[in-house]
């Protein structure tokens, strides 16, 4: 079978990089995590801190036994699918294998493509720069926007109502525009309660 074949069968993935680690950001924060990065991305956010993954045939396309093998020589059994944007790609081979490995799955994604996939745990973070795709309203179990510019508050609150009663909702301040968005993403969580915080923890402990 021919190497693009196995990747629309999601049997092979450009891989980035993975790496262990501890989780940073949303629900997770302080956890021990397997990091599956994926390369390539269509959405195009501007302040993107991984511009390098966009281009999905920079990565080689490796065979998910050897992405699990990988991950199995760590103690933690969380695995985490980010990328570039992950659902770009057929994800039920890789989260059947780590789930029959024992793992926990999360995915961070901001739901720009079709839901694929078996996971515990789904982080939703929507880009204004390519619209969702409706499936993954219903799949979100934490909803987590970035706040770049004022105008987030809204885009946050449009996509708020859309998600799933019982859906965790963050706001997160992009890392360069911290000082300018902090305090009011504080008083805006205060005036809204069914609101949490996220910060890029492992940017202050200066971890990967």
Same mark, same amino acid.
């Given at each position: 079978m021919? %190497?693009?074949e196995q990747v629309a069968q999601g049997t092979r993935l450009p891989l980035m990089e993975a790496f *262990?680690?501890?989780q940073g950001e949303g629900s997770f924060t302080g956890h021990p995590a397997y990091f599956i990065?994926?390369?390539g991305c269509d959405v195009g956010c501007v302040w993107c801190d991984v511009k390098e993954s966009w281009e999905a045939g %920079?990565?080689?396309l490796i065979e998910v036994e050897e992405i699990v093998a990988e991950a199995?020589? *760590?103690p933690a059994r969380l695995a985490v699918i980010t990328g570039g944007e992950p659902l770009m790609y057929d994800l039920g081979p890789l989260t059947k294998l780590? %789930?029959? %490995?024992g793992f926990k799955v999360n995915i961070e994604t901001s739901g720009a493509h079709p839901y694929s996939g078996e996971f515990d745990w789904v982080c939703f973070s929507p880009k204004k720069f390519k619209s969702p795709?409706?499936?993954i309203y219903d799949k979100a179990d934490e909803l987590k926007v970035v706040v770049f510019h004022s105008s987030d508050f809204e885009f946050a609150e449009t996509h708020a109502a859309k998600v799933r009663e019982g859906c965790v909702k963050l706001l997160q301040p992009e890392w360069s525009k &911290? &000082?300018?968005f902090m305090e009011k993403i504080i008083t805006y969580v205060k005036n809204h309660p069914e609101w949490q915080i996220s910060l890029q923890t492992h940017k202050f402990m200066d971890i990967p």
């Open positions: 021919q %190497k693009q *262990y680690t501890i990065r994926l390369g %920079k990565w080689p199995l020589k *760590y780590l %789930k029959d %490995k795709h409706e499936g &911290s &000082s300018k």
